[in-house]
């Protein structure tokens, strides 16, 4: 925990001077649960700017291939980031989150599998709807909105939990669960784009 700290600290100062930070919502991250904390990805600076004005640590969901490359191999654990491999059924890394989220942890994840080119959101992996719908958290959409162009202000919003227990009751599939956090997203966006 200490390393991720002394991370987040480096990480703020960087992001207060290279840009203008604007952190929106962090009132609706419960301090005392598990939360699944669901973001848009435009940029691969996104998880450390999700993570550095939050209090809590967040545990990121990371491809796989992150974690054969020399530094981050050794880095990313200890930072609390776990591995996911892209395109197939990873029920290890399924296994890994649902724990962590028992256990009132905090993950980070990025529904649609990969950065947008364009900044458009696009569709989310049915995953997410499966830990949403398999775990007690509590899941908190996330906007990133900004261009990470030097000096130019990039806001990260936090939004209200998705409400889940009406989700259950209706018995929705992890896809259909997926597309209505998907749509929290898509909400905060057009919401805190101007």
């Known amino acids: 925990m200490k390393l991720y700290a002394f991370g987040q600290f480096i990480c703020r100062t960087f992001f207060r001077l290279f840009f203008r930070p604007?952190?929106?919502?962090?009132?609706?991250?419960?301090?005392?649960?598990?939360?699944?904390?669901?973001?848009?990805?435009?940029?691969?600076?996104?998880?450390?700017?999700?993570?550095?004005?939050?209090?809590?640590?967040?545990?990121?969901?990371?491809?796989?291939?992150?974690?054969?490359?020399?530094?981050?191999?050794?880095?990313?654990?200890?930072?609390?980031?776990?591995?996911?491999?892209?395109?197939?059924?990873?029920?290890?890394?399924?296994?890994?989150?649902?724990?962590?989220?028992?256990?009132?942890?905090?993950?980070?994840?990025?529904p649609e599998g990969t950065r947008s080119k364009d900044g458009v959101l696009k569709p989310g992996l049915a995953g997410v709807g499966f830990f949403a719908l398999r775990s007690e958290a509590d899941v908190i959409p996330a906007a990133i909105i900004g261009s990470y162009k030097p000096f130019s202000t990039l806001k990260v919003i936090y939004g209200k939990p998705v409400d889940m227990q009406s989700l259950r009751e209706e018995k929705k599939s992890p896809e259909e669960v997926t597309v209505v956090i998907m749509g929290a997203i898509q909400s905060l966006l057009d919401e805190h784009r101007h």
């Open 22 to 110: 604007k952190v929106i919502g962090k009132e609706n991250i419960p301090s005392d649960k598990g939360v699944l904390l669901c973001s848009n990805h435009i940029h691969y600076l996104d998880p450390p700017f999700v993570g550095a004005f939050l209090k809590r640590q967040t545990r990121f969901m990371a491809k796989a291939e992150l974690f054969t490359l020399p530094i981050l191999k050794t880095l990313l654990p200890k930072l609390g980031a776990f591995p996911i491999k892209r395109g197939a059924s990873d029920r290890q890394a399924m296994r890994t989150g649902l724990k962590l989220l028992r256990d009132n942890d905090m993950i980070g994840v990025f």
